[in-house]
């Protein structure tokens, strides 16, 4: 290995233990969300970066600032990989609303955009719910929120990682917006 300045050292490690951590942060998610394969591969290269750095780190022993460095990292490098997985965006989630009032608005308009829901009628603690449940991409999530909030500020909802679904609809383009080729697309498919 090539040697290292006394001040470039520390830098190289704080921003490596910042690459391998958030690999190993997005690694984790991947496989709580049963992503084999993308797994595997943020694994490796999480573990090939934390061996490099760990043997500079052991040849270097002698300065306390590397030490810092290492720590820094992980610190940065943990949050960096929660922000970097809250982007993404990855996975599917279950959406569960309870609303009083409005549920029959929530529902249409959840329609109009385009997602599948289900509905149930619930007896609350102390009045009568409707519970609408949905599950969907969690790209999608926000705009569902937005939707919510927008007819009932009061409406309580909350999410739940889907590891796996054999379906989800969410925001199916309505048939009067498809494409000629997505409409195509969808015979063909049995859509």
């Known amino acids: 290995m090539p040697e290292f300045s006394i001040f470039a050292?520390?830098?190289?490690?704080?921003?490596?233990?910042?690459?391998?951590?958030s690999l190993g942060t997005l690694r984790i998610t991947m496989v709580s969300r049963g992503y084999k394969w993308e797994s595997a591969i943020l694994g490796f290269f999480e573990v090939l970066i934390w061996v490099i750095v760990v043997a500079q780190l052991l040849t270097n022993l002698d300065h306390w600032?590397?030490?810092v460095a290492y720590a820094g990292g992980f610190s940065a490098g943990t949050f960096m990989g929660l922000y970097i997985e809250d982007k993404l965006k990855v996975g599917t989630v279950l959406v569960r609303i309870i609303t009083l009032q409005k549920s029959l608005d929530i529902?249409?308009?959840?329609?109009?955009?385009?997602?599948?829901?289900?509905s149930v009628d619930a007896k609350g603690g102390f009045n009568d719910v409707k519970i609408i449940f949905t599950v969907l991409k969690r790209k999608k999530l926000n705009k569902v929120f937005d939707i919510v909030k927008?007819?009932?500020?009061?409406?309580?909802?909350?999410?739940?990682?889907?590891?796996?679904?054999?379906?989800?609809?969410?925001?199916?383009?309505l048939a009067d917006n498809l494409s000629p080729l997505d409409r195509l697309l969808r015979i063909r498919k049995g859509i």
Do not use: C, M, Q, W
């Open 107 to 118: 529902i249409e308009a959840l329609k109009e955009a385009g997602v599948a829901v289900t």
């Open 150 to 173: 927008e007819i009932d500020a009061d409406a309580f909802f909350s999410t739940e990682e889907v590891k796996y679904s054999n379906k989800h609809h969410d925001h199916l383009p």
């Open 9 to 21: 050292l520390p830098v190289i490690i704080f921003l490596s233990r910042i690459a391998d951590v």
């Open 65 to 67: 600032i590397n030490y």
